[in-house]
Every structure is written in structure tokens, then in C-alpha cells.
């Protein structure tokens, strides 16, 4: 135990110092884990590895617990991989219970955390072998089983079903990239539009403008009346929180941790469909789904425990591969090179003082984490008490902020906060539903290249279903999954034919502010 | 954002008076034609990558040099470029390597001649790392072994990123059989892919027999054990000679520069006919806009002469493995400009 | 049976084309739902509006224009103006400063619904110091390059 000689309180400090610092930035709609990470990374070199690692790893675990308070009280996604955590997060928060939902998310997340840590550390160099037998066909199959989710999360599955694809079809606007080994070649817009659409929408401004311009938009055309600020005050009211949530939620909660950190071990599959694998799978096999997407705990819970046990995940393939299992893990690449260490699959054994000091910089980030967020949300949960009038315009400077500094300086991807926020408001008048739509972005690029390259390798379409074992198991729960929605759709049916005669008008959706005009 | 309303007056004054104070220092007392704030472009989105890395290097001992405030940041190659056009005051400049005219010369969108459309700047280092592995069970010892079994017929597949520096290694290979089997070069096939994990990828799914990689990334796996799936061989590095001598002694982790230059030419040879033997060096320069003041060219040479003079940074370029390169904006110009057409035969060649 | 079956499902992708394959899948799948939605929802929805049950999305639903236009073209002045002022003051974040106050100031002030001395008070030091804060943080003392 040599390392604990290298642990000294400056270490606990930058350890924890990192976290808030994370948790600020995740909070901030746009602002994310992986930025937080960059802007910092300069840091390190006056730090030293050791110190640097400590402040660099509290500022992830921070980054992607922080997402949840916007996700949970605006609405807004504070970072792409907290998309499900506004499914009923926000539903909760409209109900007044806003404190609560935080809770559920925080004692989710540091379950999620500790367990992708420990993980991490038994299993690393056996999951990053298990790790590359996924290639670009079981990755298909993996956004596809994510995909899926959009059936069972649509109140109207055909509506439902057609967002999705004009969400993949938005998401391949610009050029097929060449870095995804593609032909550098733009598609799906005019040439005028070039030299602005090139790379085609960044997903997090995408992300921002739909859900947060758009609920501007949608507000301010109802003139942004102060009284609904009244109803929204009792916060902490309803059911208080209590630990029993988590009682018969213990399955929900070690399952989506495991789907999470399984995500985050495969390099190239995006964070965010680790959190939308984690709430299909409670979905589908959760006894009683019904109320997900209307403000269940138990959404919050797969949500929110799959997007921390990335963190452990993503490391995996890092430090056994010497490949980045984010975009969050790309940067902190970044530190190593800084201080001439090399990753690869011998660092474990190269630099065991440094893997047990990152380990322990894991687990501590992750319970100060909790404890900075557990005590804190009672006074962040008082955002929603803040006035509109002055709550919005600070809403949209730091969404301009976020959208300008995620690709570290781009004009167009402010413009595509309002591109997305008014078409999220017209997507939301017209009938289409959001929620698909967004998911059906988020991955869409990837199932593009995947499913092309897979085909250019292999030359044919039975690839999908003959390559291994392992592409059999997830048509199995692809085929499991739609079935179950179709399933839970005809009865889910009979059953709102029911309420609706009784309440008419409050039907939230998981969209927000469904118009919904076509199901009813 | 979340600070309850009364803190935030609270502390209101007080910061904007702060923050004036700071806004106020900022590049007031500067004599040279470079004023304000700089903002350094570059060709690459990874702040993880060698390209951020090694413009870190260069333009924190800049900003320091020249007094002024720089801040490097990874925007990407159409972005850089877009940006770099529409700033002819020199308050953003832009690094980026070799991709920056392979990507015109293999007619990817969204490049063209920067010869033409920028100015060129000084070049400040090179990467050495770019390599060729096959796994270390192949059947292929040598480069020259991969050459021969394509010249007789034999499919070899090649993973690499297509369109730029991570296929020029390949074009060179092709246009090597060619010469010396004619007819023969279409069975080195290239395996389009992106990353460096999606290479490796191909070749431990045995749907790639060779890939492009990096000595830095690479080179662990080079030290696996044969009976891991994951285990890889060098087969060729395409830096020169004197390139990789210039290496620090003890190499990249644990392979040694004696190790490395056992890949390099003349050890391995891949003819660009003429006894000409092809290499590639990953260099990095700096591209202006054309209209920029060229007062700010000869202040940015100036400024890197002396700083190379002073020889801290090329023991900090080294230690990350990086070769210390600078020529300046003149020599540079002329030299990569050579360099390209080279390639271009190369490119035309195979076509 | 068996050759035919595994030709039927051969296919091949020509790289300088191969960015159109997936769009070209979607496009059918879109068509081919857009229409189905046509028939099966658009249509009776438009009957139900000719008969004056349901009224059109948007055109035929009341809306305060005031606000709803006024934001849309307060955050297209904002874009805009960033750009040309932070222009002005390369990469110090002034753009982004500036525009923000008048921004949020504006803002709040359209949505106010209530003009008190008090909350005017609040609105206008909210205009002042918000911006200020997000400015420092993040260009100061995390040197982000804003507009």
C-alpha cells in the first residue's frame, strides 16, 4: 500500500473542490462534465499528475451529477446524458416535489458511481477484453435495442415512431464524417448552406434550444403569467423524501448501474445512450411502468444511476485500452500525455501507484458528490421560486454561454439554439412528441455508421444476425422490447380511454407541454 | 446561476468593479502590430490530441514571449479554417499539420489550397509517431513481406482514416507495388475507418491485416504477449531517418530509439521510384490570413527564433515525444510546399 | 434457395457515395410513415376543423403576439448584436457582456407584469450583475473564449 503515502490532504481538497466545481458546471444547461474537464486541464500541469488526476476526476463525477437540477427543475438537460432524468423529473417538479425528484437522483447517482468504481476496479482489463468483441455490427444493434425505447415512450407510437426518424434524419444533416472513416462528403442541405452546416447541429445545442428555448417560446406566447409561479412555490410539499422510494427499486437501481457502466466500456457508443438503454430496460421490465414519463421515482432512478456509472465505465477502455470511452475520458487523455504517461493496455500494470490514487480519487468524488448535492438541494430547488421575468433571460444568456463554448468558440451553434427552439415549439404544436424526436438525434449519426460500415465490411445484410453470439442476445432483447411496447401500448390505451373522461387537460406527457392534439 | 437573488446583490457591486479592473489590463501596453487578445485555431476538435497538445506548447511560451494574452482553442478543421477567414486583423491565427493540404490534394471537402487561400506560417514540430502495425501473429514479418505477397497477388487489407494523413502512408505503399509489380497494387485494399480505437477494432475482428496507428498510442500493445488477441508489431514508421534520431534516447515507453529506427528507412524501403525513398513527417505550422498585416509574420518569427534560441521548449516538446522543427514563415512556406507536391505525384499516380 | 436468399441480402457500398445509403433508407422510412400519418390522423383532423370541432395548431389558437414576437425578435438582436459588438473587442467576451445586460434587461422587462420600484430595482441589478458574473467566471477566470 505504497500510494496511501502519495495521499495527502491537498489530494482530498482538489478532490472535492473538483466535484463542486463540476456540479456548477453540469448544472449549467450547455456547460458540461467534458468541458469542465478541458477548461482545467491546464491546471495539471502545475498540479502534478497525482494532484491533477484528483482535481480532473472530481470535475467528472461533478459534471455528470450536476445535469440532473436543470433536467429536473427547467426541464433543460444539463448535459446530453441527463435527456431521461427530464422525462419525469420535470413531470415531479410541476407536481411540487422538485426536492424529492433531486434526492431520488442524487442517492441514484452515487449508487450508480460507487458501483461502475468498483467495477472498474476488480474488472477492468477482463471487461475491456469482453469490450472489443463489440464491433461496428453489435454496436448497431446496441443503438438500435436503444432506439427502441422511442415505441414505448411515444403516446402515439406511430407519431411517436415518425419523430424518431425526423430526429435521425436532422441528425445527418451535414458531412458523413471523416473522422467516423466516412467520405467527408455533405448531404441533406444546399450548397449556400455549407460553410455554416458543415459538421451538421451539435447535439448539445440542439439539445438546449429544444427543450430550453422552446419552453421560453411556448411560455411567452401564454404572456408569461407570474401567477403560475404561485403554484410552483410549494416545493418539499407532497410526499417528502425518504430512503423506502428505493424499496423494490433495488433490481432498477443495480440493473441500470451495470447498463450504465457497460455503455461507457464501449468506445464510440454515446454517453446519453447509456441513460436511455438503462430507462427502456426499466421500462420494459419494471412491474408496473406506467407512470414513467409522468413523474415516476423509478425513471429518475435508471436515469440517473446509468449516467453516473459511466464515469467508471468509460474509464475502463482507458485504462485497459488506452482508448476513451466518452468524450469526457478523450480529454482527460489529454493529462496523461501532459505528464508523458502513457495509457494503454499496460498502464494498470506499468503504474499501479497512479490506478489505486485514481480509484480513490473515484470513489471520494463520488461521496462528496453526494454530500455536497444532498445537502445543498434544498436551496437549489428554490430556482423555481426565482420569477420568471428574471429567471428566463438568465435561462437563455447561459444557454448562449453553453452552446457557444461547447465546440470551444462557435458562432452557428448559437444560432442553433433558436433554429431548434422554434422548432421544438412547432413540433410541439403540431402534434409530433419531443422526447422521440431528441432520442431519435442523439443516435442517429452513430447507427448511420455503424450500420454502413458494417455493411462495407461484411457485404451483406445477414451480417446483423449471424455475426456472434453476442448480436443474437441483443436482437433477442430488441425483438423482447418492441413487443413489450405494442404490448403495454394496447393496454395502456384502454386505460387512458378511461381517464380521459375524468381529466381532461392535465395530461403531461413526457414531451412537457404536449399539445397531444392527435390522441385525444 | 442558482445563488439566491439577495447573495447575488450582494456580491454585485463588488465583482463588476473587479472584473472591470481585469478587463481594463488586458493588452493595453503592447508596441508590437499584434494587439489584444489572440485566439489560437486549430485543425482538430480533441483537446486530447497531439495537435492541441503541441499548440499549447507552442503559444503558452508565445503569449509569454510576446506579452499578450493567448488562448488555444480546438474548434476543428472546416470551423478553423472558416473562422481563420474571416480575421484578417491577426487576432486569430490557426495551427494545424500536413491534413491541412493532404485534405485538398485528396479532394476532401472543405479544404483547398492553402498555398493559395492563406499564408503560411512557421512550422514549430513534428510528430513522429506515424506508424504501420500488423498483429503479432501475421504471417508478415516485414514491410517488404507485405509488398511481395501483394505482388503476387494476395489481398492485403489496410485500415486507415481516409483522406488525409492517415492514408498517405498507405498511397505511398500502393504507389511502391505499382512500381515494382505493376498491375498488382489493386490487391492492398483500403479499409475506410475512423478512430484509432475503430482501427484496432478491425484488426482484432481479423477484418483489417494491417492498420494505421501512432507509436504513442500503439506502442503498449506492441508489448503484449503474442497469445493476446490485442497484441500488435510495428512494421513501419513513415518519419525520416534523421526525424526519429533526433528522438530522445530512451524512446516511447519502453521501446527504445534503437527500436524505433529498425522501422524506419533505409530499413524499410518504399520506393517512390528514381531510388527515391518515400517518408512522411508529420509537421506542425501556423496559417494566417492572407491579408494579415505581414508586420505580424515577421513578429511571430521573431518571436519563435528567439524562444528556439533560448532551447527550454524543445526540451518540453521532447519529453512529449514531439521533434523540435521550427523554420520560419519563409523557409516553411517553401519547404511544404515541396513536400506537397511530392505527395501529389504520389496521389496522381495511383489514380 | 440458400444462394438466393444470402444474394437477396449481398449488398455492396461505392465509398464516394456511401453518405447518401443510410439518408436514402430514411428518407423511404419517413415517406412511408408521413403518409400513413396522413391518412390516418391529418386527414380526420382536418375534417374535424372544417366542421369546427378542433381548431388549426397555432393560427387558430388565442396567443399573447406581444411577447411571443417580441421574444423571437429580442433573441435574434441578441445573436446578432454579439457578434458585431463582441467584433469590435476580439475575444475578450465584451460582445458577449454588453449585449447580455441590454438582453436580459429587455427581457425581463417584457415579461414584467407588474412595474413596481422594487422589482424594477431587482430587474435592473439582475441586468447588471448576471451578466457580469457568467462573464467573469467563465472568461476571466476559466479564459472560455465567449463572443
Known sequence: MEFLSLLDLTFFLLAGFGALVGIIFGAIPGMTATMAVAVCLPLTYALGLHHGLALLLGLYVGGISGGMVPAVLLNIPGTPSSITTTFDGYPMAQKGEGEKALRVCVVASVVGGLISAAVLFLFAPLLADFSIKFSYVEKFLIILLALSVIASLSSSMLIGIFSGVIGIWLSLIGDYSISDGGNGKTRLMFDFMEPYLFEGFSLLPVLIGIFGISTILLEAEKGVKSDTTNKRIKIGKGAGFSLSIFKGRLTNLVRSSFIGTFIGMLPGVGGSAASVLAYTQEKNLARDSSQMGKGAPQGLIASESANNALTGGALIPLLSLGIPGDSTTAVLIGAFTLQGIQVGPLFIPENPETWYIMMTALVFANIVMFFLMFYAIKHIAKVVMVPKHILYPIIVMMCVVGAYAINYGIMFDVWTLLIFGILGYLVQKIGLEVAPLIIGFILGSQAEVYFVKSLESFGTFSIFFTKSPIAVVLWGLIIASVMFSIVMGVKSRAREKMELTQITGSTQTASGKGHDSNSR | ???????????????????????????????????????????????????????????????????????????????????????????????????????????????????????????????????????????????????????DGEEVRVAIQPGGVSEIGFSALKNAISIEHPGQEDNLVAVNTGSQSDKNQQLFDGQADVINGTVQANEQYTRLPEDDQKAMRFVWLTARQDTIEQAPEEGLGQTTREQLLEYVEPNVHVTMGDDETFTFDKEFFFLYNKDMDPAIVDQIDEALTEIYAEGEIQEVQKNSFFIPNFKPSEEATEYLQEKMSRYEEIIENIQ | MESGLSSLLSVSIDFETSHLYFPRII?????????????????????????????????????????????????????????????????????????????VLLMSLMYMHEWTKKSLTIVVVNAVVAPSLAWFVLAKLFTITLP
Open chain 2, 1 to 151: 446561476m442558482t445563488v439566491s437573488k439577495k447573495t447575488l446583490t450582494g456580491l454585485g457591486s463588488a465583482v463588476v468593479m473587479a472584473s472591470m479592473t481585469f478587463g481594463a489590463g488586458i493588452a493595453m501596453a503592447q508596441d508590437g502590430p499584434l494587439r489584444g487578445n489572440i485566439r489560437v485555431v486549430i485543425g482538430s476538435t480533441s483537446t486530447g490530441g497531439d495537435t492541441y497538445q503541441n499548440s499549447t506548447i507552442v503559444v503558452d511560451k508565445l503569449a509569454e514571449q510576446l506579452d499578450l494574452n493567448m488562448k488555444v482553442d480546438a474548434v476543428g478543421a472546416s470551423s478553423a479554417f472558416r473562422t481563420l477567414d474571416r480575421d484578417s486583423r491577426g487576432n486569430t491565427l490557426m495551427i494545424f499539420h500536413d491534413q491541412s493540404y493532404l485534405g485538398y490534394l485528396y479532394g476532401v471537402e472543405g479544404y483547398d489550397n492553402i498555398f493559395e487561400k492563406y499564408t503560411v506560417g512557421p512550422t514549430v514540430a513534428i510528430n513522429p509517431g506515424n506508424a504501420y502495425l500488423v498483429p503479432k501473429d501475421s504471417p508478415y514479418e516485414t514491410l517488404d513481406d507485405i509488398i511481395a505477397a501483394v505482388g
Open chain 3, 27 to 103: 428518407h423511404w422510412i419517413m415517406a412511408g410513415l408521413f403518409a400513413v400519418i396522413l391518412v390516418t390522423k391529418v386527414a380526420p383532423f382536418l375534417v374535424a376543423v372544417k366542421r369546427g370541432e378542433r381548431t388549426l395548431p397555432i393560427v387558430g389558437e388565442p396567443m399573447d403576439g406581444w411577447r411571443f414576437f417580441g421574444t423571437l425578435a429580442l433573441i435574434v438582436a441578441y445573436f446578432y448584436l454579439m457578434t458585431v459588438v463582441g467584433d469590435m473587442f476580439p475575444y475578450t467576451g465584451y460582445g458577449f457582456l454588453f449585449v447580455s445586460m441590454a438582453f
